[in-house]
Nanobody, 115 residues
Framework: QVQLVESGGGLAQPGGSLRLSCAASGFTFSSYDMSWARQAPGKQREWVARITSDTNTNYADSVKGRFTISRDAAKNTAYLQMNSLKPEDTAVYYC?????????WGQGTQVTVSS
């Protein structure tokens, strides 16, 4: 069965960095686009970044130039490097994939940006 397990969240100061990981299993990781989304308290979930199977990337305007999405096919893992963090980046961050089996989300990892 498809599983996505996020890790790497935590508390960061404004201007700081965090690196999120998404360990994937149950599908052919290298064949599918991977995405990150986030949901802040009281707000709708929003898309953050996507990396295609051939490593093309796209970003939401709010994170462009600060966040970098990447993937390691050998480890079946997607990453989100977050730099120059802002308090408004505070949210639960989710890994996402759509496979032939359907749409899948991880359990999420909390990112809090505060001094």
């Amino acid at each position: 069965q498809v599983q996505l397990v996020e890790s790497g969240g935590g508390l960061a100061q404004p201007g700081g960095s965090l690196r999120l990981s998404c360990a994937a299993s149950g599908f052919t990781f290298s064949s599918y686009d991977m995405s990150w989304a986030r949901q802040a308290p009281g707000k709708q979930r929003e898309w953050v970044a996507r990396i295609t199977s051939d490593t093309n990337t796209n970003y939401a305007d709010s994170v462009k130039g600060r966040f970098t999405i990447s993937r390691d096919a050998a480890k079946n893992t997607a990453y989100l490097q977050m730099n120059s963090l802002k308090p408004e980046d505070t949210a639960v961050y989710y890994c996402h994939v759509v496979t032939i089996y359907g749409e899948h989300w991880g359990q999420g990892t909390q990112v809090t940006v505060s001094s």
